[in-house]
């Protein structure tokens, strides 16, 4: 288990590649959450409040996941600073 633990916990990559990584992958999954509720709702709905409600939640998501892209770059770990009391 040891030595599975160590592996697990290798780098590969920077901090400033995994925040870009993670924008990017965000930023892309937008548009593929619109495009996904648009087609599941041109195939399942069978009213308009239920077409409208579909549209209002895939719309929550894509805005969710533009929202997660934005804030990325402030997950990025400084260097850390004494603390000042």
Do not use: N
């Amino acid at each position: 288990m040891s030595r599975l633990w160590k592996f697990l916990s290798w780098r590969i990559g920077t901090d400033a590649f995994d925040v870009r990584l993670q924008q990017w992958l965000c930023f892309a999954a937008a548009p593929a959450a619109l495009i996904l509720g648009g087609l599941a709702l041109s195939k399942f709905t069978t009213s308009a409040g239920e077409a409208v409600t579909g549209f209002l939640s895939a719309s929550a998501v894509a805005v969710s996941f533009v929202i997660l892209g934005v804030v990325a770059p402030l997950t990025q770990r400084k260097p850390a600073e004494p603390i000042r009391l």
